[in-house]
């Protein structure tokens, strides 16, 4: 057995030796390979200092129609949803009583002036009598009088009629706007009296953006100031300025109302939501970056500049974060070419490659022609 045990421990030993004869050698002195970057330079631009804030839209012109007459409701020709123009008819109400009054009215009118037409004949009749002395001037007075009367009573029965007309045209109700039915109050056959709505109608001709900013701004907020406006109902932005703000004090909430009108603006709707960036001033040359160039390391915020395939790490400091750029206060020049794709896996002193320069070296491969 032990004879057993010996020859087992020779055996393993002569194939360890044969194996370790045949390995090959680990190439202990290969580098490792640098890693890919893109690059960009740090440039200088316009830079808004903005304050966005997300509220609601309000329509401004939203008038109720109602009825200047009383009658009695014939037809409703706008349903709610309906597009409306200003000056369509909208709705009908009962004319006969104003045709009646109207004829009525007409009669009266016609009965005056032939009444007019008689006393002025008189009245040029016994002119000449007075001029051969046949009657006195007296009695001619008397008949002007009487003139004047009638043409006082034509002229008021004049103004009654289109008193009358004007009232009759009343029960043709038209949109005093461009909008949409909103809602339909009444029905056909309804009896209405001065003053009853009829239908409501909205418009997004004009509308108002209520827009809640903190109240730490107040001191910052003036009218005038110009501001940047999007809703979701809307692929066209906005602008418009800052019209007037007020404190919006409630139990739980502390907050500046900000009031933006909008005036004409396509596929913009009255109670849908609506962001505000209100620019309260702006950088002439601020230098910016993109904001994966920035890193976070235990020495703060850093960009690696690249020279020479190098990576130097430089701490900076940051300003406004903006559209996808980060303003660079102190650190770093305009011109400098930084690191972006790759920056967050950079040490200071680091070889680098960079990907435009990887691609110009690729060849394209040709296929072989058979």
């Given at each position: 057995?032990?004879?057993?045990?010996?020859?087992?421990?020779?055996?393993?030993?002569?194939?360890?030796?044969?194996?370790?004869a045949?390995?090959?050698?680990?190439?202990?002195?290969?580098?490792?390979?640098?890693p890919?970057?893109?690059?960009?330079?740090?440039e200088?631009?316009?830079?808004?200092?903005?304050?966005?804030?997300?509220?609601?839209?309000?329509?401004?012109?939203?008038?109720?129609?109602?009825?200047?007459?009383?009658?009695?409701?014939?037809?409703?020709?706008?349903?709610?949803?309906?597009?409306?123009?200003?000056?369509?008819?909208?709705?009908?109400?009962?004319p006969?009583?104003?045709?009646?009054?109207?004829?009525?009215?007409?009669?009266?009118?016609?009965?005056?002036?032939?009444?007019?037409?008689?006393?002025?004949?008189?009245?040029?009749?016994?002119?000449?009598?007075?001029?051969?002395?046949?009657?006195?001037?007296?009695?001619?007075?008397?008949?002007?009088?009487?003139?004047?009367?009638?043409?006082?009573?034509?002229?008021?029965?004049?103004?009654?009629?289109?008193?009358?007309?004007?009232?009759?045209?009343?029960?043709?109700?038209?949109?005093?706007?461009?909008?949409?039915?909103e809602?339909?109050?009444?029905?056909?056959?309804?009896?209405?009296?001065?003053?009853?709505?009829?239908?409501?109608?909205?418009?997004?001709?004009?509308?108002r953006?209520?827009?809640?900013?903190?109240?730490?701004?107040?001191?910052?907020?003036?009218?005038?100031l110009?501001?940047?406006?999007?809703?979701?109902?809307?692929?066209?932005?906005?602008?418009?300025?800052?019209?007037?703000?007020?404190?919006?004090?409630?139990?739980?909430?502390?907050?500046?109302?900000?009031?933006?009108?909008?005036?004409?603006?396509?596929?913009?709707?009255?109670?849908?939501?609506?962001?505000?960036?209100?620019?309260?001033?702006?950088?002439?040359?601020?230098?910016?970056?993109?904001?994966?160039?920035?890193?976070?390391?235990?020495a703060?915020?850093?960009?690696?500049?690249?020279?020479?395939?190098?990576?130097?790490?430089?701490?900076?400091?940051?300003?406004?974060?903006?559209?996808?750029?980060?303003?660079?206060?102190?650190?770093?020049?305009?011109?400098?070419?930084i690191?972006?794709?790759?920056?967050?896996?950079?040490?200071?002193?680091?070889?680098?490659?960079?990907?435009?320069?990887?691609?110009?070296?690729?060849?394209?491969?040709?296929?072989?022609?058979?």
């Open positions: 057995m032990p004879g057993y045990r010996l020859w087992a421990s020779a055996l393993s030993a002569l194939l360890a030796l044969s194996v370790s045949c390995s090959k050698p680990e190439d202990n002195n290969k580098k490792p390979t640098p890919l970057v893109s690059v960009t330079q740090a200088t631009t316009r830079l808004e200092i903005r304050e966005q804030a997300i509220g609601t839209l309000e329509g401004i012109m939203d008038p109720t129609v109602a009825a200047e007459v009383p009658a009695r409701v014939v037809r409703i020709l706008a349903s709610p949803g309906q597009v409306v123009k200003k000056g369509e008819v909208i709705a009908l109400l009962d006969q009583d104003y045709t009646l009054q109207q004829r009525e009215a007409e009669s009266e009118v016609a009965r005056l002036e032939a009444l007019l037409l008689n006393q002025q004949r008189n009245v040029e009749r016994n002119a000449k009598l007075v001029e051969k002395n046949f009657i006195s001037q007296f009695a001619l007075d008397e008949l002007e009088t009487q003139k004047i009367a009638f043409k006082r009573q034509l002229e008021g029965a004049r103004s009654r009629l289109e008193t009358i007309t004007h009232n009759g045209g009343k029960t043709r109700l038209l949109s005093p706007i461009d909008g949409k039915v809602k339909q109050i009444v029905s056909p056959g309804d009896y209405v009296k001065v003053g009853d709505p009829i239908l409501q109608i909205i418009s997004n001709q004009k509308l953006a209520h827009l809640p900013y903190p109240e730490n701004l107040g001191g910052k907020l003036r009218p005038g110009k501001v940047r406006l999007t809703t979701p109902t809307s692929d066209q932005e906005a602008e418009g300025v800052l019209r007037e703000f007020k404190p919006v004090i409630v139990s739980t909430n502390r907050a500046i109302d900000v009031l933006v009108d909008i005036i004409d603006q396509p596929g913009w709707q009255s109670g849908a939501s609506v962001t505000g960036n209100i620019i309260l001033g702006e950088y002439q040359d601020a230098i910016v970056v993109p904001e994966l160039s920035v890193v976070l390391r235990p703060g915020q850093v960009v690696y500049v690249i020279k020479d395939d190098v990576a130097q790490q430089r701490i900076v400091k940051t300003g406004i974060y903006q559209d996808g750029r980060i303003q660079i206060l102190e650190g770093l020049q305009a011109g400098e070419t690191a972006v794709d790759g920056a967050a896996f950079l040490t200071d002193q680091a070889q680098v490659q960079i990907k435009s320069e990887i691609k110009a070296q690729t060849k394209p491969e040709h296929k072989a022609q058979p």
